[in-house]
T-cell receptor, first 112, second 109 residues
Framework: NAGVTQTPKFQVLKTGQSMTLQCAQD?????MSWYRQDPGMGLRLIHYSVGAGITDQGEVPNGYNVSRSTTEDFPLRLLSAAPSQTSVYFC???????????FGSGTRLTVV | TQLLEQSPQFLSIQEGENLTVYCNSS?????LQWYRQEPGEGPVLLVT?????EVKKLKRLTFQFGDARKDSSLHITAAQPGDTGLYLCAENNNNDMRFGAGTRLTVKP
């Protein structure tokens, strides 16, 4: 049972480039979310989904897009990378929020 | 806007000492979770508390939910170097989970 798988683990982008961070879960969880983690800021919610075909914005959505075409996959797209998007990105999933999230191991993104 | 306040921000202790970290909010929690995160990894769920006054134990870790459901504490007895990590509390809100900034614990051998 793989849990939540994120790829890539590390990525360096130039300002203005676009890319997609991949997230897949094999637990048939309905809820999936993307967070970014910055020093001293904790985890901040970017986008979330309560099921296939349903997405919504979190606390810091600007510059990011998501889609949820299947229950398993929840990719995060950076449209035009900026240095302010340098961060560690975590994908998480849950069968029911009150029971807690399972997190992936993260993607460390550097935008130069 | 950060809804959850965690204290202390940093804590460094010797192996064998006891410690308590705190999570507070100005609003009532519907439920609260504690996670531990090790370097280079994602957070791992430790416990969920739902009922005011609830106490849960996980080996040497004791979690308490305040009677008014506005605060929670995590107490570690006889800390070990393996307890080193970032301890995060998280609130289940209408949209999703909101996290505190965490307490970074270092346990020295």
């Amino acid at each position: 049972n793989a849990g939540v798988t994120q790829t890539p683990k590390f990525q360096v982008l130039k300002t203005g480039q676009s890319m997609t961070l991949q997230c897949a879960q094999d637990m048939n969880h309905e809820y999936m979310s993307w967070y970014r983690q910055d020093p001293g800021m904790g985890l901040r919610l970017i986008h979330y989904s309560v099921g296939a075909g349903i997405t919504d914005q979190g606390e810091v959505p600007n510059g990011y897009n998501v889609s949820r075409s299947t229950t398993e996959d929840f990719p995060l797209r950076l449209l035009s990378a900026a240095p302010s998007q340098t961060s560690v990105y975590f994908c998480a999933s849950s069968s029911y929020k009150v029971y807690g999230y399972t997190f992936g191991s993260g993607t460390r993104l550097t935008v130069v | 806007t950060q809804l959850l306040e965690q204290s202390p921000q940093f804590l460094s202790i010797q192996e064998g000492e006891n410690l308590t970290v705190y999570c507070n909010s100005s609003s009532v929690f519907s439920s609260l979770q504690w996670y531990r995160q090790e370097p280079g990894e994602g957070p791992v769920l430790l416990v969920t508390v739902v009922t005011g006054g609830e106490v849960k134990k996980l080996k040497r870790l004791t979690f308490q939910f305040g009677d008014a459901r506005k605060d929670s504490s995590l107490h570690i007895t006889a800390a070990q170097p393996g307890d080193t990590g970032l301890y995060l509390c998280a609130e289940n809100n209408n949209n999703d989970m909101r996290f505190g900034a965490g307490t970074r614990l270092t346990v020295k051998p």
